[in-house]
């Protein structure tokens, strides 16, 4: 999962784990949930479960708003055979694929 500040159009924040409540939590936790203003996502039954419980934050359920996560989900894809679908070059472990993924944004300067 991937947080992108609309202003800057940098990534402020990714998160890489399975299952997609717990994944969340750690990405909120990451950004600081006094930061969140507005998340705007699909309608993934996760974002309504941990949103839901704050007050604070508006929730945007719209694919129109999710562009700019979803490019960026391609670019990393493209650049970074680990994110491969159905490959034999795949990470062994979610530490690397985390490092790789900093790495790129850091190389490409999207992650702030």
């Given at each position: 999962?991937?947080?992108v500040d609309r202003q800057t159009t940098h990534?402020?924040?990714?998160?890489?784990g399975p299952g997609q409540t717990s994944v969340l939590r750690?990405?909120?936790?990451?950004?600081?949930?006094?930061n969140l203003k507005t998340v705007c996502a699909d309608g993934n039954?996760?974002?309504e479960k941990e949103l839901g419980k704050n007050a604070n934050i508006t929730?945007?359920?719209?694919?129109s708003?999710?562009?700019?996560?979803?490019s960026y989900n391609s670019v990393l894809r493209y650049y970074l055979v680990?994110?491969?679908r159905k490959t034999k070059c795949h990470s062994k472990?979610?530490?690397?694929?985390?490092?790789?993924?900093?790495?790129?944004?850091?190389?490409?300067m999207l992650l702030c």
């Amino acid at each position: 999962m991937t947080a992108v500040d609309r202003q800057t159009t940098h990534i402020t924040a990714f998160e890489v784990g399975p299952g997609q409540t717990s994944v969340l939590r750690k990405l909120i936790d990451k950004i600081g949930e006094n930061n969140l203003k507005t998340v705007c996502a699909d309608g993934n039954f996760a974002y309504e479960k941990e949103l839901g419980k704050n007050a604070n934050i508006t929730h945007v359920v719209s694919k129109s708003e999710t562009c700019l996560v979803g490019s960026y989900n391609s670019v990393l894809r493209y650049y970074l055979v680990r994110l491969h679908r159905k490959t034999k070059c795949h990470s062994k472990s979610i530490q690397m694929l985390e490092l790789s993924i900093a790495l790129f944004l850091h190389s490409r300067m999207l992650l702030c």
